[in-house]
């Protein structure tokens, strides 16, 4: 999953945060895995945890966020509620490299669409970081 890496520059100690790319792509000089750093990092990591749905994963029933079940709801507030607190679990149990700010619940009940933008903070830095999703209902 992540890693976390503690680099020293004239003794100051910066934390650097990186993943694999999802695709697992290689470096085509060095052949070694290619990695998302800090801000991107994070992006993906919460990308991933909110389109993955509880008992998706083998031996890890509490990951996920459910988000994909709301599509076949009714388009109510309430529905974006229940999709701000599913966004703030996923942040409190599953991503402690990031604080979240604030959650925009948007959507086109014509289209069983549900548009997302999520505002926030990695830990040890003052700038906010923005990630949009766009969930639809294919069939």
Same mark, same amino acid.
């Given at each position: ?5 503690? =680099?020293?520059?004239? /003794?100051?100690?910066?934390?650097? !945060?990186?993943?694999?790319? &999802?695709?697992?792509? +290689? /470096?085509?000089?060095?052949?070694? *895995? ?5 801000? #991107?990092?994070?992006?993906? $990591?919460?990308? /991933?945890?909110? *389109?993955? %749905? +509880? !008992? #998706? ?7 996920? $966020?459910? *988000? @994909? ?6 388009? &109510?507030?309430? =529905?974006?509620?229940?999709? @701000? @607190? ?23 009940? %014509?289209?069983? $669409?549900?548009?997302?933008?999520? =505002?926030? +903070?990695?830990? /040890? ?6 990630? #949009?999703?766009?969930? #639809?209902?294919? +069939?």
């Amino acid at each position: 999953m992540s890693k976390i890496q503690t =680099l020293t520059d004239h /003794n100051i100690k910066k934390i650097v !945060y990186s993943d694999f790319f &999802t695709d697992f792509s +290689r /470096n085509s000089v060095t052949g070694q *895995l290619n990695k998302k750093t800090n801000a #991107e990092a994070v992006k993906q $990591s919460v990308r /991933n945890l909110l *389109l993955t %749905d +509880r !008992y #998706e994963r083998p031996f890890q029933p509490k990951i996920g $966020s459910g *988000l @994909k079940g709301l599509l076949f709801e009714n388009f &109510t507030p309430g =529905l974006r509620l229940r999709a @701000k @607190k599913m966004i703030e679990e996923v942040f409190d149990n599953h991503e402690p490299r990031a604080e979240l700010i604030r959650v925009d619940v948007g959507g086109n009940p %014509d289209f069983n $669409s549900l548009s997302f933008q999520i =505002l926030f +903070r990695i830990i /040890n830095t003052t700038q906010p970081e923005t990630l #949009e999703l766009i969930l #639809e209902r294919t +069939r």
